[in-house]
């Protein structure tokens, strides 16, 4: 896997760019994303499937910049939506509304609407009364929608609590014991194609085997299926690999993956369909911020930076990890410190007790592996205005969201 971001004659770079030039330039916080390495991470799913008949649904809401899915669209990408803001996003951007997946526990009549006069591929439904409700508008559109029920398998992701979805007690999906009868009952419906199941049990996975025993249950669902005569043809396997936040977890290669997948369902005759969005953006983006402060109190080193828990919450909501590099590497000395934002709370931390480089005030420090669920997930919150977004392309790059100002903040108030 190409690693975009590495030091050279100790300044860090990505495609060649020094960073420190994006951060001077374009001040901080200020998100970065390699291209190459998205189209790279992007390519290792759609290779892996050889001749196998797939698509892969690039899961807009881990990054959904119009730049980044604009140039998704160009390599062949489809996408995987959950909101009618995504499916504008897509649109606007070029993608091909055939190439469209919705998913989403409570997708709203305004946005079924939207999505069927948009002639998406498929929904994925997660309740008999969704499946009514786009058979309702569907008919009223004189069309047949498309639709896969989303299998809950009762499969535990062993992942955060938070991104975990695939046991009876989350909210999604619909338990795999009833699917077959909600099939029965809504081949009634004249205005559905029932032509697929789909399931996703959890995001950051970095084991194969509860994707794998999810994928068995879901097979066996499929033959009972067909053998009452529904017309699986599709097979919606959801997102994709969880990725290396430390050097400790290392998920399997995407190809490693995907293999397993290819041969538990070879001569099937199922259109394979995969929806990641960490796996492809994330360790392709990082986040910039400049070291405002240095503190100590009785028992701790504090570093303030300029970035905060509106631009990254992962930290706060997940107790995620996020490795905290400078952009110049001065000497191996380092610190332990708590690494935190502005804003005011005590959560708003990036890192606690964390060993870092010994850096001081007006230096540049990446939050690394920051491309997924970053800038999608920033709020205006102590109104901070939110941060730009760049995208290096070769030797170059541009700025592909300003940062917002202060007038920003109060429009539509
Ligand atoms: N498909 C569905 C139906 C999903 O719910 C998700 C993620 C994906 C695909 C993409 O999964 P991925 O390939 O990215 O693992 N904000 C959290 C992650 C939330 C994931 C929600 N669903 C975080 O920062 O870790």
């Given at each position: 896997?190409?690693?975009?971001?590495?030091?050279?004659?100790?300044?860090?770079?990505?495609?060649?760019?020094?960073?420190?030039?994006?951060?001077?330039?374009?001040?901080?916080?200020?998100y970065v994303y390699s291209s190459a390495a998205i189209l790279e991470r992007y390519q290792a799913y759609?290779?892996?499937?050889?001749?196998?008949?797939?698509?892969?649904?690039?899961?807009?809401?881990?990054?959904?910049?119009?730049?980044?899915?604009?140039?998704?669209?160009?390599?062949?990408?489809?996408?995987?939506?959950?909101?009618?803001?995504?499916?504008?996003?897509?649109?606007?951007?070029?993608?091909?509304?055939?190439?469209?997946?919705?998913?989403?526990?409570?997708?709203?009549?305004?946005?079924?609407?939207?999505?069927?006069?948009?002639?998406?591929?498929?929904?994925?439904?997660?309740?008999?009364?969704?499946?009514?409700?786009?058979?309702?508008?569907?008919?009223?559109?004189?069309?047949?929608?498309?639709?896969?029920?989303?299998?809950?398998?009762?499969?535990?992701?062993?992942?955060?609590?938070?991104?975990?979805?695939?046991?009876?007690?989350h909210k999604f999906g619909i338990n795999i014991d009833h699917v077959k009868e909600i099939y029965d009952?809504?081949?009634?419906?004249?205005?559905?194609?029932?032509?697929?199941?789909?399931?996703?049990?959890?995001?950051?996975?970095?084991?194969?085997?509860?994707?794998?025993?999810?994928?068995?249950?879901?097979?066996?669902?499929?033959?009972?299926?067909?053998?009452?005569?529904?017309?699986?043809?599709?097979?919606?396997?959801?997102?994709?690999?969880?990725?290396?936040?430390?050097?400790?977890?290392?998920?399997?290669?995407?190809?490693?993956?995907?293999?397993?997948?290819?041969?538990?369902?070879?001569?099937?005759?199922?259109?394979?369909?995969?929806?990641?969005?960490?796996?492809?953006?994330?360790?392709?983006?990082?986040?910039?911020?400049?070291?405002?402060?240095?503190?100590?109190?009785?028992?701790?080193?504090?570093?303030?930076?300029?970035?905060?828990?509106?631009?990254?919450?992962?930290?706060?909501?997940?107790?995620?990890?996020?490795?905290?590099?400078?952009?110049?590497?001065?000497?191996?000395?380092?610190?332990?410190?708590?690494?935190?934002?502005?804003?005011?709370?005590?959560?708003?931390?990036?890192?606690?007790?964390?060993?870092?480089?010994?850096?001081?005030?007006?230096?540049?420090?990446?939050?690394?592996?920051?491309?997924?669920?970053?800038?999608?997930?920033?709020?205006?919150?102590?109104?901070?205005?939110?941060?730009?977004?760049?995208?290096?392309?070769?030797?170059?790059?541009?700025?592909?969201?300003?940062?917002?100002?202060?007038?920003?903040?109060?429009?539509?108030?």
């Open positions: 896997m190409l690693e975009p971001y590495f030091y050279r004659d100790n300044e860090l770079t990505v495609e060649g760019v020094t960073l420190a030039d994006i951060a001077k330039k374009e001040g901080t916080p200020c759609d290779r892996a499937f050889g001749i196998a008949p797939h698509q892969v649904y690039y899961a807009v809401k881990a990054n959904s910049n119009l730049s980044l899915l604009r140039m998704m669209a160009e390599a062949g990408a489809g996408f995987d939506i959950v909101s009618g803001g995504e499916l504008f996003r897509v649109l606007k951007a070029g993608g091909d509304p055939a190439k469209v997946v919705f998913s989403g526990v409570g997708k709203s009549r305004e946005e079924v609407e939207y999505a069927i006069a948009s002639g998406i591929h498929s929904f994925n439904c997660e309740s008999e009364a969704e499946l009514a409700l786009i058979n309702s508008i569907a008919a009223r559109h004189d069309v047949s929608a498309r639709a896969a029920l989303r299998v809950n398998p009762n499969v535990d992701a062993r992942t955060h609590p938070y991104i975990s979805t695939g046991l009876h007690d009952r809504a081949a009634g419906l004249g205005h559905l194609k029932l032509e697929g199941v789909s399931c996703h049990i959890g995001s950051q996975l970095l084991d194969t085997k509860p994707l794998l025993e999810a994928l068995d249950g879901v097979l066996a669902l499929v033959e009972k299926l067909r053998a009452a005569g529904h017309p699986i043809q599709e097979l919606d396997m959801g997102g994709g690999l969880g990725v290396a936040y430390t050097d400790e977890q290392q998920p399997p290669s995407t190809e490693t993956y995907i293999q397993l997948v290819c041969k538990k369902t070879a001569g099937l005759g199922l259109k394979l369909m995969v929806e990641p969005g960490r796996s492809i953006v994330a360790s392709a983006g990082v986040l910039l911020t400049r070291v405002m402060y240095r503190k100590t109190t009785a028992n701790k080193e504090f570093v303030i930076v300029d970035a905060a828990m509106n631009d990254l919450i992962r930290p706060a909501l997940y107790q995620a990890h996020h490795e905290i590099v400078p952009l110049r590497h001065r000497d191996a000395v380092t610190i332990t410190a708590d690494v935190v934002g502005p804003v005011c709370e005590s959560g708003d931390f990036f890192a606690r007790d964390r060993e870092l480089a010994n850096v001081f005030s007006g230096d540049y420090v990446a939050l690394m592996t920051a491309g997924a669920y970053g800038f999608v997930q920033a709020s205006n919150y102590n109104s901070r205005p939110r941060a730009a977004e760049v995208m290096v392309d070769g030797a170059g790059w541009k700025v592909i969201r300003k940062r917002e100002t202060f007038e920003d903040l109060v429009r539509g108030e």
